[in-house]
Every structure is written in C-alpha cells, then in structure tokens.
C-alpha cells in the first residue's frame, strides 16, 4: 500500500465549478501535512498547509481528518488557472522528509 | 525569494557515462534533498542532507551517490548511468526544523539516458 494515496484522474470540471480532492495517509504518525501545487512541466510549489482545524485560503479550503487518515482540498469557483496536478504531501516526524502522493491532475475549461 | 537552481534543464547521456547533477541554493538552508518524479509514481526521496558532509538515504538511493561540500551546494551522481535512471531529477530546501517547513524545488533536470 501506498504511504500516501490519491486518485491520479484528471478532473476536467467547468470554470465556476467546485472541485474536491481526497487524499490518504496509511501512517497514522503522521504529523503534518501539506497540499502542492505543480504546473506542467514545472517544479512543485507549496499551495497551503493543512490545519486539524481545517484552514481556507481564498477559494482553497483543507481539511484533515486523523481519525479516518485523509486529507481533503476544496477549489471553489475554479478558474483556468487552476489548471493543474495537486499532490498531496505528509510529514512523517520532524525529520524534515516529506511523503508525497502521485497527484490529482485538475483541468479547467472554459 | 528563495532561489533554488539546478545546472541543467535537459541533460542527454550514454550508458556507463558518470554523471554530476548540481543543486545550489541562497537562503542558507540547511536541508537539501534530491528525488526523482517518473509518470505513476510521483516523486520519490533518493537522498537528503541536513548539513554540509552528512547524507541520509532516502527511498531509493541505489545508483546513486551524493555530495555536500559546501552548505550551498548539493551534488548528485550517477556513478554509472542506466537506462532505467531516465527521469525528471527535483532539488530541494529547506529550513531545518520541526517538520513544518516549506521544500523549495529548483527547476528540475530532464536526463535521458540512452
């Protein structure tokens, strides 16, 4: 099994729509975690953090759950630009190395 | 900003060929990691350094070696080259800490190995 499970897609969605992505993590020491954003071709950059709490960043909201070891990232009103692969990212302690998922892939279109 | 540069884009080599792949940073971090990302699989750990001269293995560190000589500056090498080491080779930094910090990657390094 996977340390770090997502479903690859794609998900080609309208603009204006709202998109969910699901994520799993089978260590349950997990410590912290992160959503990535990579655009094609390109490096991956950090999009958010994700909080027990839940967070939200403009049209971005995470949410962890540790009892069910999944991870969730919400795109409201999504834009062309949202065109992307998300991978979802675990930390396992405070090592410093990260764990991160295949990745969703997200198309947007007009 | 952070910089994170990688000495080449594309690199095309022959099998057998040693290769050096470098990686240099400017925010005075003290971790830096190498993966390699292949359709299906992601990105997955060859080695990581918390300070100059240490290294730790990562997931799959066969075929590979690195080197920090310098806190700037992380090299990685191909001590002899396969076809199966083709892929997108990723730099990366970050701040040593508790496990919150961000990686920065660098550009990355298309090799083809034929």
């Known amino acids: 099994r996977k340390e770090v499970e997502q479903d690859p897609g794609p998900f080609n969605v309208p603009e204006g729509a709202t998109v969910a992505f699901n994520c799993t993590y089978s260590?349950?020491?997990?410590?912290?975690f992160f959503w990535y954003r990579q655009d094609c071709r390109k490096e991956p950059k950090l999009l958010m953090s994700?909080?027990?709490s839940g967070n939200e960043d403009g049209r971005f909201t995470a949410q962890l759950n540790r009892a069910s070891q999944y991870i969730s990232l919400l795109i409201r009103d999504s834009k062309l630009s949202d065109s992307a692969t998300y991978l979802c990212?675990?930390?396992?302690?405070?090592?410093?190395?990260?764990?991160f998922g295949q990745g969703t892939t997200l198309q947007v279109k007009p | 900003d952070v910089k994170v540069t990688q000495s080449s884009r594309y690199l095309v080599k022959r099998t057998g060929e040693k290769v050096f792949l470098e990686c240099v940073q400017d925010m005075d971090h003290e971790n830096m990691f190498w993966y390699r990302q292949d359709p299906g699989l992601g990105l997955r750990l060859i080695y990581f350094s918390y300070d100059v001269k240490m290294k730790e293995k990562g997931d799959i560190p066969e075929g590979y070696s690195v080197s920090r000589e310098k806190k700037e500056r992380f090299s990685l090498i191909l001590e002899s080259a396969s076809t199966n080491q083709t892929s997108m080779y990723l730099c990366?930094?970050?701040?040593f800490g508790g496990g919150e910090e961000t990686q920065y990657f660098g550009p990355g390094t298309r090799l083809l190995v034929l």
């Open positions: 990366a930094s970050s701040l």
């Open positions: 260590n349950s020491a997990s410590q912290s």
């Open positions: 994700v909080y027990s």
């Open positions: 990212v675990v930390n396992l302690g405070n090592t410093g190395k990260l764990i």
